[in-house]
């Protein structure tokens, strides 16, 4: 350690006061892991904000010690994306949990780092409003969900979390204040064009160029009528033919496909072979509307995507969703959809996954090879497809249990995950909320200008580099 830990942690005490400082064992340790493979690490001491300003002082002080700051928030990430790689403060802002604004009429809020998703939904279902529901549990941030192109049950019809950004304000690792959008020029929360982009050096940066202490965000309307359409298909080539062609009109605000493995609570832990009387692919859609004949059109255009799909003489057909599930879907925010640790609970504890945005088409031939490297692992590919407000391009991941007791077990599921993240990028894809073993296979790959010019940005905002440093790789 280059720092002396009892200057910093007066230093802290000076600015939050004791009360909320630690740097005793116990709740360090409940910082330094998550449910992944990623190796847990001990932070020296957890901080907890309240105000920007309180932050501001903060990231001044860290600059200047030469400290390591790790943003926190929720912790239900489960990519190892908080657990520190050099020590230093967690500075968790869980304290910063106010919505500060929704505007009702320019359908935008402005939220703090700590507003949960549970948070955030109750209070806009007062208005009739809305934002993407995650896959994640009720408590995680809205606001590291859209930062790190997090998806929610709108993504067919609006796109990813972070295409939903509308301003910020950020803090930089020296302490400065800046506000980008509108926001940083009237004070108007509402857009993020016409001025330069540059609320993308804190998008999808893990971290470590700033922390964003205030977010605009779209809402929307919330229609008055929702229904799920669904089908099942004997193989990923029906089914992803499928999804491109309903997919095409945009009529969906979600349009997800799981494999068996997935459709099973809990996830079969070891590999279970799939029943040879059961498809091996289902899907949902959820459609909305403002009248039963907006409905109604869309349900015609499915049927007919559908039709044209069986007479090219596809497996794929209509198939009864659960009551529960379908209000599941349909009657948000849910204690139902979400349930993350429900995946892993045959396993031990654990849980991650190869998690990338992949073109559609590529979709069948990297399943096919998942399938194989899971299956040789003693793994069920319990794998996920999503569109995104499209035909072309959509999440492909694999949710993947394991035993965090037996460190055989992590490091067989660690090496399936690694592999089959190689294979999603033989066929186009790009790890999301990578954490540096997939960024170790992203750069083995990847432009070296392109490389360069994020060392350029990193080293631009945080000179010393302090900001969780190691997960951005470069530096």
């Given at each position: 350690?280059?720092?002396d830990?009892?200057?910093?942690y007066?230093?802290l005490?000076d600015?939050?006061?004791?009360?909320?400082?630690?740097?005793?064992?116990?709740?360090?340790?409940?910082?330094?892991?998550?449910?992944?493979?990623?190796?847990?690490?001990?932070?020296?001491?957890?901080?907890?904000?309240?105000?920007?300003?309180e932050?501001?002082e903060?990231?001044?002080?860290?600059n200047?010690?030469?400290?390591?700051?790790?943003?926190?928030?929720?912790?239900?990430?489960?990519?190892?994306?908080?657990?520190?790689?050099?020590?230093?403060?967690?500075?968790?802002?869980?304290?910063?949990?106010?919505?500060?604004?929704?505007?009702?009429?320019m359908?935008?809020?402005?939220?703090?780092?700590?507003?949960?998703?549970?948070?955030?939904?109750?209070?806009?279902?007062?208005?009739?409003?809305?934002?993407g529901?995650?896959?994640?549990?009720?408590?995680?941030?809205?606001?590291?969900?859209a930062?790190?192109?997090?998806?929610?049950h709108l993504?067919?019809?609006?796109?990813?979390?972070?295409?939903?950004?509308?301003?910020?304000?950020?803090?930089?690792?020296?302490?400065?204040?800046?506000?980008?959008?509108?926001?940083?020029?009237?004070?108007?929360?509402?857009?993020?064009?016409p001025?330069?982009?540059?609320?993308?050096?804190?998008?999808?940066?893990?971290?470590?160029?700033g922390?964003?202490?205030?977010l605009?965000?779209?809402?929307?309307?919330?229609?008055?009528?929702?229904?799920?359409?669904?089908?099942?298909?004997?193989?990923?080539?029906?089914?992803?033919?499928?999804?491109?062609?309903?997919?095409?009109?945009?009529?969906?605000?979600?349009?997800t496909?799981v494999?068996?493995?997935?459709?099973?609570?809990?996830?079969?832990?070891?590999?279970?072979?799939?029943?040879?009387?059961?498809?091996?692919?289902?899907?949902?859609?959820?459609?909305?509307?403002?009248?039963?004949?907006?409905l109604?059109?869309?349900?015609?255009?499915?049927?007919m995507?559908l039709?044209?799909?069986?007479?090219?003489?596809?497996?794929?057909?209509?198939?009864?969703?659960?009551?529960?599930?379908?209000?599941?879907?349909?009657?948000?925010?849910?204690?139902?959809?979400?349930?993350?640790?429900?995946?892993?609970?045959?396993?031990?504890?654990?849980?991650?996954?190869?998690?990338?945005?992949?073109p559609?088409?590529?979709?069948?031939?990297?399943?096919?090879?998942?399938?194989?490297?899971?299956i040789?692992?003693?793994l069920?590919?319990?794998?996920?497809?999503t569109?995104?407000?499209?035909t072309?391009?959509?999440?492909?991941?694999?949710?993947?249990?394991?035993?965090?007791?037996?460190?055989?077990?992590?490091?067989?599921?660690?090496?399936?995950?690694?592999?089959?993240?190689?294979?999603?990028?033989?066929?186009?894809?790009?790890?999301?909320?990578?954490?540096?073993?997939f960024?170790?296979?992203?750069?083995k790959?990847a432009?070296?200008?392109?490389?360069?010019?994020?060392?350029?940005?990193?080293?631009?905002l945080?000179?010393?580099?302090?900001?969780?440093?190691?997960?951005?790789?470069?530096?």
């Open positions: 350690m280059s720092w830990k009892e200057r910093v007066k230093k005490v600015i939050l006061g004791d009360e909320w400082v630690s740097d005793d064992e116990f709740v360090r340790f409940a910082y330094s892991y998550d449910l992944s493979f990623v190796e847990p690490k001990m932070p020296d001491i957890v901080a907890l904000p309240e105000t920007v300003e932050i501001q903060i990231l001044k002080m860290a200047e010690e030469k400290v390591p700051v790790v943003p926190f928030t929720a912790g239900t990430n489960i990519g190892g994306l908080c657990i520190p790689e050099k020590g230093g403060i967690i500075l968790d802002l869980k304290r910063m949990n106010r919505i500060i604004e929704i505007n009702e009429e359908r935008y809020a402005v939220i703090e780092p700590g507003v949960s998703h549970a948070q955030l939904a109750e209070a806009l279902y007062r208005k009739g409003l809305q934002f529901w995650p896959v994640g549990p009720p408590s995680a941030s809205v606001l590291a969900c930062i790190n192109h997090g998806i929610g993504t067919g019809r609006y796109g990813l979390n972070s295409q939903m950004i509308t301003s910020m304000e950020v803090v930089l690792p020296t302490g400065e204040l800046v506000r980008l959008g509108s926001a940083g020029i009237t004070g108007s929360w509402h857009a993020l064009y001025v330069p982009r540059l609320d993308g050096m804190f998008i999808g940066m893990l971290g470590t160029t922390i964003v202490t205030k605009g965000i779209n809402v929307w309307a919330i229609p008055d009528y929702r229904d799920v359409l669904t089908v099942s298909a004997e193989n990923i080539e029906d089914m992803t033919s499928y999804m491109i062609r309903w997919g095409r009109y945009e009529a969906a605000d979600d349009l496909a494999s068996w493995w997935l459709a099973q609570i809990p996830i079969p832990y070891p590999y279970r072979p799939k029943p040879d009387d059961e498809p091996e692919w289902f899907s949902y859609s959820v459609i909305s509307g403002y009248t039963e004949k907006e109604e059109a869309k349900r015609e255009m499915w049927e995507a039709r044209e799909e069986q007479e090219n003489g596809s497996s794929v057909k209509e198939y009864e969703y659960p009551e529960e599930a379908k209000r599941a879907r349909t009657q948000l925010p849910s204690q139902i959809v979400g349930s993350t640790k429900n995946y892993a609970k045959s396993a031990g504890g654990g849980i991650s996954w190869p998690g990338t945005f992949t559609a088409p590529k979709w069948p031939e990297a399943f096919n090879r998942w399938k194989e490297i899971y040789r692992r003693g069920s590919p319990s794998v996920r497809v569109l995104y407000r499209g072309h391009y959509g999440m492909l991941r694999a949710m993947t249990p394991f035993d965090k007791r037996d460190p055989e077990k992590i490091r067989n599921a660690k090496e399936a995950i690694v592999e089959a993240l190689q294979v999603a990028l033989d066929v186009g894809g790009i790890p999301y909320k990578p954490p540096i073993e960024l170790e296979e992203v750069y790959r432009d070296p200008g392109y490389v360069e010019l994020v060392k350029r940005v990193k080293d631009m945080d000179p010393n580099n302090i900001m969780n440093p190691g997960k951005l790789l470069v530096r």
